[in-house]
């Protein structure tokens, strides 16, 4: 079964407003998450990622946000620019896995100009 | 929902031995498979992708004899490093997708081999 979920398949945003995509996962002994993205016929490309021992993490636009009682991140972009249109992926990591990868499914972005 | 594996999750070798990776979709059937080599600042990099029953296309600048994919089955796709030195050394990932991937299908990725060549 999925251990890393993202729900919503797609996303349409406003360009210059926020744009914000969710994640979940199940398993309680992921400690690193990562966010990438990705766009047609290209391997997805790392954007930005949080520990567990952190709840936020900044990178100019982007943001992630990391709530581990409700096993739960976000990442936040703004405001959000038609470039940002793409593919995201979710990740997780454990020390204990090897830091083996569990990805989401993706959701996918448009920022209509 | 769907899941693809990859066995091993990790393998230690020798330089010059080959090592075969395998990835397999286990709930639904894989019309295409991508394998990915993960880069510095954890950039996953496309190097090829094979549809079942014909020949991988290879991206550019990716050894097509160094690095053999074979996609027998409809859930199963392998990747060999023939020969394999230190460099070679990286983490492996592959995807798997029930349409062509490209066309907005969702694409559902395995949890990546990692490989130490001694």
């Known amino acids: 079964d999925q251990q890393v979920k993202q729900n919503s398949p797609s996303l349409s945003v406003q360009e210059g407003r926020i744009s914000i995509l969710n994640c979940d996962y199940t398993n309680s002994m992921f400690d690193y998450f990562l966010w990438y993205k990705k766009y047609p016929a290209e391997g997805p490309t790392f954007l930005i990622s949080i520990s567990s021992i952190k709840d936020k993490n900044e990178d100019g636009r982007f943001t992630v946000f990391l709530n581990k009682s409700a096993k739960h991140l976000s990442l936040h972009i703004v405001p959000s620019q038609p470039g940002d249109s793409a593919v995201y992926f979710c990740a997780a990591s454990a020390v204990r896995y090897f830091n083996q990868f569990y990805f989401g499914t993706g959701t996918s972005l448009t920022v209509i100009p | 929902g769907a899941v693809v594996s990859q066995h091993p999750s990790w393998v230690i070798c020798k330089s010059g031995t080959s090592v075969k990776i395998e990835c397999r979709s286990l709930?639904?059937?894989?019309?295409?498979m991508f394998w990915y080599r993960q880069f510095p600042k954890q950039s996953l990099m496309l190097m090829a992708t094979s549809n079942e029953g014909s020949k991988a296309t290879y991206e550019q600048g990716v050894e097509k004899d160094k690095f053999l994919i074979n996609h027998a089955s409809l859930t199963l796709s392998t990747l060999t490093v023939t020969s394999a030195h230190p460099e070679d050394s990286s983490f492996y990932i592959c995807?798997?997708?029930?349409?062509?991937?490209?066309?907005?299908?969702?694409?559902?990725f395995g949890p990546g081999t990692r490989l130490l060549v001694l």
């Open positions: 709930d639904f059937q894989a019309t295409t």
């Open positions: 995807s798997a997708s029930s349409g062509t991937g490209f066309g907005g299908e969702t694409q559902y």
